[in-house]
T-cell receptor, first 111, second 112 residues
Framework: KAGVTQTPRYLIKTRGQQVTLSCSPISGHRSVSWYQQTPGQGLQFLFEYFSETQRNKGNFPGRFSGRQFSNSRSEMNVSTLELGDSALYLC??????????FGSGTRLTVV | EDQVTQSPEALRLQEGESSSLNCSYTVSGLRGLFWYRQDPGKGPEFLFTLYSAGEEKEKERLKATLTKKESFLHITAPKPEDSATYLCAVVGYGGSQGNLIFGKGTKLSVKP
């Protein structure tokens, strides 16, 4: 069965630009969560969406936002990019709290 | 505040040399504890979910156990292909379903 698909895989942006990342969950999974992974901080929770509603949000500035569509696909947006936003952005989908399947991530580099 | 601490940060083993990785957690009501394996440049790959103290799960050379304060990932007779970063995460009843709290991981290297 198809896994979690994240696009694009790699992205290079300039400081001050904005970026949109996409995540298609496993069919039937209504929960989509986003995480930022950096060497120093590890995996940090950004936000979670369920049935098009944001259920929880991590401790990140308002430049980080997201949304979920009726087909459960989700996007996250980062505005006014900073060098420190360079990271691997991962999304995970789940149907219940029993298991979370991650995508391969989007590697964002801000120059 | 929910928290996960993994030790050691890095572990180097010879092929066949068994060992254990530790995950200590603090959570307000454990909904589930998860172990993942992550290879460089890839997303975490699900290994196990544990729900209550005393629970154990096995998969090939890996065995995960859970107590009220920590979890162990035992690796028996590891092979070079077991080299990866192993991540531990918890979900508490205080947070939402998708809010996994991760430890920093243990980077395992297995030499032939």
């Amino acid at each position: 069965k198809a896994g979690v698909t994240q696009t694009p895989r790699y992205l290079i942006k300039t400081r001050g630009q904005q970026v949109t990342l996409s995540c298609s969950p496993i069919s039937g999974h209504r929960s989509v969560s986003w995480y930022q992974q950096t060497p120093g901080q590890g995996l940090q929770f950004l936000f979670e969406y369920f049935s098009e509603t944001q259920r929880n949000k991590g401790n990140f500035p308002g430049r980080f936002s997201g949304r979920q569509f009726s087909n459960s696909r989700s996007e996250m947006n980062v505005s006014t990019l900073e060098l420190g936003d360079s990271a691997l952005y991962l999304c995970a989908s789940s149907r219940t709290a029993d298991g979370y399947t991650f995508g391969s991530g989007t590697r964002l580099t801000v120059v | 505040e929910d928290q996960v601490t993994q030790s050691p940060e890095a572990l180097r083993l010879q092929e066949g040399e068994s060992s254990s990785l530790n995950c200590s957690y603090t959570v307000s009501g454990l909904r589930g504890l998860f172990w993942y394996r992550q290879d460089p440049g890839k997303g975490p790959e699900f290994l196990f979910t544990l729900y209550s103290a005393g629970e154990e799960k096995e998969k090939e050379r890996l065995k995960a156990t859970l107590t009220k304060k920590e979890s162990f990932l035992h690796i028996t007779a590891p092979k070079p292909e077991d080299s990866a970063t192993y991540l531990c995460a918890v979900v508490g009843y205080g947070g939402s379903q998708g809010n996994l709290i991760f430890g920093k991981g243990t980077k395992l290297s297995v030499k032939p």
